[in-house]
């Protein structure tokens, strides 16, 4: 069995993935959402948003689709996926959202730092960081382009699974944001790194 | 009356921005697609897609949006725009993406290349690049989150007028591939930096 890695609420963890390992990220609870940013493992190859919806043609990304680089390589597959919906527009929340769109004060909580600091567990020093992959967010775009909020549809134990397609540094958080989860305080994601992963 | 720089089909041109002026692109010929980066003089604050969605809560951007930077700081403010509407979802055209998706062989011209030699005409030293502003691309979101590539809506003589909220090294292609362009082949854009515009 594979060992469980817990994300308590509103963190993140750094993980390294080898080519071929997979990366089951679970939503114990359900209705969470997480973001997820992958690197080369030497840094230079880092997670496109504008890639990945181009080659996809499509925004809303599932199984079978593929995560890309800025530079034109494969770095993900989702393989499988219960909830059947991410975000890939948003950028991660952070100290400067949280003052302009909540008016909040001093460093709240927020998946940029925390992203950060997850990167650096994994050796990869962070800048200013690319649009991440929003786990199990639910953002539509209405027809005249506005975006709306809607809870994770994510059930307790739901998860999604990547295939690595190269050597990988990855982070992975639990978002604090309660727009992003349904208006819920935010919960627990878990981790597992697969060797041998089978389609149940 | 402002300088007026023409950008050859399918070329790029580097431009520096001081704060205040503002930069005006013209699609002479009218249903042609361009791409547009802004960075930081410095280099070290970078357009972001990401971040400009989330403030403005939609994807399609227009009169009155702002472009902002991944630190969340105002690059560029929209103040004028007769096609009202552009792309922020896709990454620029590139080698790679005429090798997988049309089958091309060689180095076909290309917006990534096109915007980062421009960059370097304005100090920037390129690195792979961010989901660019794609100036008068018209890609509709589907309800299922399908992306349909759709002929610009400008006519010729159409522009949009940005105002520079910092002092900015910005690059603007005129975009070489026909299915960004209603299936034509590339025309030129145009540009005009503005010491004091006036909303016609």
Same mark, same amino acid.
């Given at each position: 069995?594979?060992?469980?890695?817990?994300?308590?609420? =509103?963190?993140? &963890?750094?993980?390294?993935?080898?080519?071929?390992?997979?990366?089951? !990220?679970? /939503?114990?609870? *359900?209705?969470?959402?997480g973001d997820l940013v992958a690197f080369s493992q030497a840094g230079d190859e880092r997670l496109s948003n504008g890639?990945?919806?181009?080659?996809?043609?499509?925004v809303y990304l599932s199984t =079978?689709?593929? &995560?890309?680089?800025?530079?034109?390589?494969?770095?993900?597959?989702? !393989?499988? /996926?219960?909830? *059947?919906r991410h975000d890939f527009l948003y950028a991660p929340c952070s100290v400067e959202m949280y003052r302009m769109q909540y008016g909040m004060?001093?460093?709240?909580?927020?998946?940029?730092?925390?992203?950060?600091?997850?990167?650096r567990q994994v050796g990869i020093t962070p800048d200013a960081l690319m649009t991440p992959f929003n786990l199990f967010m639910?953002?539509?775009?209405?027809?005249?382009g506005r975006l709306e909020f809607?809870?994770?549809?994510?059930?307790?134990?739901?998860?999604?699974?990547?295939?690595?397609?190269?050597?990988?540094?990855?982070a992975v958080t639990s978002c604090p944001c309660a727009n992003c989860n349904g208006g819920a305080p935010p919960k627990p994601l878990a981790v597992e790194i697969v060797d041998d992963w089978a389609k149940p």
């Open positions: 069995m594979p060992q469980r890695q817990f994300i308590p609420a =509103g963190t993140g &963890l750094g993980l390294q993935l080898r080519r071929g390992q997979h990366l089951r !990220v679970i /939503d114990p609870e *359900g209705g969470q959402s890639r990945s919806v181009d080659y996809a043609g499509k =079978g689709d593929v &995560l890309w680089s800025d530079r034109s390589k494969r770095m993900l597959t989702i !393989v499988a /996926d219960d909830a *059947g004060t001093g460093s709240p909580p927020n998946c940029h730092d925390n992203l950060s600091s997850a990167l639910n953002v539509q775009v209405l027809p005249d809607l809870p994770p549809k994510s059930r307790a134990g739901d998860a999604i699974v990547f295939r690595a397609e190269m050597d990988l540094a990855v």
